[in-house]
């Protein structure tokens, strides 16, 4: 099979699971217990889950469009 057959380098799938592990890390900070009709529970505005959570998903989806832009060196040379 040829290099030219698939659409990304093996760096650009190492960058996008990197990404996606980075995203789910994200999801599963946000994670937590629900408050109930019978209690309330402060902790679902706790700083992990409204201020850090977001952010880890942020640099995970942007972490996940640099790998679908990133062109490897040696890309770069058989394209010159």
């Known amino acids: 099979m040829n290099k ?3 659409a990304f380098g093996k760096m650009n799938y190492i960058l996008l699971a990197v990404g996606m592990l ?3 890390i994200g999801f ?3 994670g937590g217990d629900s408050s109930t009709a019978d ?3 402060p902790d679902i505005f706790s700083a992990r889950r409204i201020k850090v959570a ?3 998903c942020l640099l995970g ?3 996940m469009i640099y790998a679908v832009v990133y062109k490897s060196k040696d890309e770069k040379e058989e394209a010159e």
Do not use: K, Q
Request: no cysteine; hydrophobic share 70%.
């Open 54 to 56: 977001p952010v880890v």
């Open 61 to 63: 989806f942007v972490s």
């Open 39 to 41: 209690a309330f529970n």
């Open 22 to 24: 980075i995203v789910i």
């Open 4 to 6: 030219r057959d698939f």
């Open 28 to 30: 599963i900070l946000m």
